[in-house]
């Protein structure tokens, strides 16, 4: 919601100790006109992204495929008013099927997977469309103390020209996402991080998510 | 935003936290030092090598680990890479001023060349920090050897207790031709950052 007489006061997300240690307690500050324009960091075009980066079911393309159910997510990068972001480079990262990253800070002890890395690099075409394949992630025990999980969700983080999100993909009908407190902070709006299932009878996946982003705010359209 | 207007506006997708896994992996050295092209190379921007010298700080005061951090600034004669400036004489063809490191521990050093102030605006470098627990936070950070900071308008837009907090000291050292500044980010709490809404605004 956009609102010009005062600026957000950040939520914090309940039973997230992080949240609660990390979220400023002020309200944000307007930015004056005089110095919007100098927040709005322009990307420069990367392109360090490695053959079969897109398809992440698999750590190379001679190599087995990963345990777990594959998957393709697709969808068109745009800002809100609707223009495409080309050339936007996306970088996805999720958990494998048993929920545990292969990230060297990831301690939970969960199995790991041989033929999953978890991690992709993908660049938006001229209209803006996007697709990648992996395996759907699982769920994991983010609050041992009292039982509260993580929902299976993928990580996406967008850097196109002024367009900067970083967001994550969550999937249908998951019993956790009610109690996921970033969920929670996202309210009705939570539906719009959800992917949308379509069938791939001719293609090489089990089951596909449709996930269309929308970079908000002003940065996204700043030099249109 | 008048109403016409706001027809046409798509929902935007929710920002989410980073969560504590941002691949390391996908670190990019040429991004993590700005100061030069390469370390190869013996030609590189124009303007003071600094090194901005940082703690990210929880409310608690405790160091924030494993958080992504942003950069974007003007070159040494003040001009962005930007679309808009396409062209401009003074942009420097080594220093497209956007870098991004990730800290373990929540300290880090990042290496860049000191900007050059911006058609009226005091010398400055935009930070943009995500980490978990929140989702992505902005702030402008200053140079504490900067007589044009009396009169920035981002600076005069803060309360006189508040304006101190983002501008980094000159540490009094010089390292291997890096000036270096210093500065605490507080996230929340006592002796809180000031921080920006970029969508709001």
Redesign the interface.
């Known amino acids: 919601m ?3 007489d ?3 006061l ?1 939520q914090i ?1 309940p039973t ?11 309200r ?5 006109e ?11 075009a ?1 392109a ?1 992204i490695r053959p079969n980066e897109t398809d992440m079911t698999r750590i190379a393309p001679n190599r087995p495929r990963a345990q777990g159910q594959p998957i393709e997510v697709s969808g068109t990068l ?5 223009r495409p972001v080309a050339g936007a480079l996306l ?1 996805v ?1 999720s958990a494998n099927s048993f929920g545990r ?1 292969t ?4 301690g939970s002890g969960l199995q790991l997977d041989p033929n999953f ?1 978890g ?1 992709g ?1 993908i660049i938006t075409d001229e209209a803006g469309r996007y697709a990648f394949w992996t395996i759907s992630p699982g769920a994991y025990l983010a609050r041992p103390d009292i039982g509260r999980w993580r929902p299976k969700h993928i ?1 996406i ?1 967008v850097t196109g ?2 367009s ?5 993909m969550y999937f249908p009908r998951e019993e956790n996402n009610a109690s996921d407190p ?1 969920a929670i902070l ?1 309210g009705d ?2 539906v ?2 959800v992917g949308q299932e379509y069938a791939t009878p001719d293609r090489d996946v089990d089951q596909g998510y449709r996930f ?8 996204a359209t700043f ?1 249109e | ?1 008048d109403a016409d207007v706001t027809l ?19 670190e ?1 050295p040429e991004l993590m030092d700005i100061s030069r092209l390469h370390h190869g190379l013996v030609v590189g921007p124009e303007g003071t090598p600094m090194i901005l010298r940082a703690r990210v700080l ?3 005061k ?1 160091l ?1 680990n ?1 958080v992504l951090l ?1 950069f ?1 600034q ?1 070159n040494a004669k003040g001009v ?5 400036n396409a062209g401009h004489p003074d942009l420097d063809p080594w220093f ?1 001023g ?1 870098g991004r490191i990730r800290t ?1 521990s929540g300290a880090f050093e990042f290496k860049s060349i000191k900007p050059g102030a ?1 058609l ?2 005091a010398p ?1 470098m ?1 930070l ?1 920090i ?9 702030t ?1 950070l200053f140079f504490d050897d900067e007589p044009a900071n009396a009169a ?3 600076l ?3 309360p006189p207790e508040d304006q101190g907090k983002l501008i980094a000291r000159h540490d009094g050292r010089t390292r291997d031709g890096y000036e270096v500044y210093a500065i605490d980010i507080v ?3 006592e002796g ?10």
């Not at chain 2, 506006?9 to 992996?25: K, M, Q, R, S, W």
């Open positions: 956009v609102t010009r005062q600026g957000r950040l997300g997230d100790n992080t949240s609660d240690q990390r979220t400023p307690r002020q944000l500050r307007l930015i004056p005089a110095a919007r324009a100098s927040f709005v960091p322009y990307a420069p990367r360090m745009r800002s809100e008013t609707g970088e990262w990253y990230h060297s800070e990831d890395l991690l690099r990580h983080s020209g002024s900067r999100l970083i967001t994550q970033m996202m709006g939570f719009r991080n269309d982003i929308v970079v908000g705010g002003r940065n030099f | 935003m046409n506006i798509l929902p935007a997708t929710n920002e989410d936290t980073v969560g504590p896994y941002f691949p390391i992996y996908f990019d929880d409310r608690h405790d924030a494993g942003e974007w003007a962005y890479d930007t679309p808009d497209h956007y373990a911006a009226g605006r400055c935009t943009t995500f980490s978990d627990g929140i989702s992505r936070i902005v402008q920035d308008p981002l005069a837009s803060l996230m929340a709490g809180e950052t000031p921080f920006f809404d970029d969508l709001a605004s």
